[in-house]
């Protein structure tokens, strides 16, 4: 079973940044997609970032130009990157891999305070 852990969430200002990692356990990682999601309190889970496994990246237009999301498959790790956060961007981030398996991690805490 791959294992998906996520870290870097905390408590910041807006106007500040994070970094999010996403460790895999499993030999998969490098031909599979890598994803984030965030789920805000009261709202559904969105897609936040997505790193295919060939590299290419889209994000949701909420957060582009201000997320960057890249991998590193010799660490089988994925992450994101926030800059310029937002209160709006408060939330539990998770992160998500596919179309082999299709594993979630636990989620990290994201605040955003004004």
């Known amino acids: 079973q791959v294992q998906l852990v996520e870290s870097g969430g905390g408590l910041v200002q807006a106007g500040g940044s994070l970094r999010l990692s996403c460790a895999a356990s499993?030999?998969?990682?490098?031909?599979?997609?890598m994803g984030w999601y965030r789920q805000a309190p009261g709202k559904q889970r969105e897609l936040v970032a997505v790193?295919?496994?060939?590299?290419?990246?889209n994000y949701a237009d909420s957060v582009k130009a201000r997320f960057t999301i890249s991998r590193d498959n010799a660490k089988n790790t994925v992450y994101l990157q926030m800059n310029s956060l937002k209160v709006e961007d408060t939330g539990v981030y998770y992160c998500h891999t596919w179309p082999y398996g299709g594993y979630w991690g636990q989620g990290t805490q994201v605040t955003v305070s004004s």
């Open positions: 499993g030999s998969i990682f490098s031909i599979n997609n």
């Open positions: 790193i295919t496994s060939g590299g290419n990246t």
